[in-house]
């Protein structure tokens, strides 16, 4: 999994989510996010328009 500290998925009818401190997983099923506390969001393929992903490197 990639790490970001901000994820802005946009899914097909333009609603946006935007998640921080986060790991993703992106793929043709469609994409699997894990917050900091362990919560696990999934998104089917059909949903996911496009992925932001900004990391701060150090």
């Known amino acids: 999994m990639i790490r970001a500290d901000e994820l802005t998925v946009v899914h ?3 609603t946006v989510s935007i998640f921080t401190d986060v790991t993703y997983m992106l793929s043709r099923d469609g994409l699997t ?3 900091a506390s362990g919560d696990e969001k999934a998104f089917p393929g059909h949903d996911v328009l496009t992925v932001h992903a900004h990391c701060v490197h150090e």
Do not use: F, L, N, S
Request: hydrophobic share 35%; net charge negative; proline share 0%.
């Open 33 to 35: 996010v894990v917050t």
């Open 12 to 14: 097909h009818d333009d």
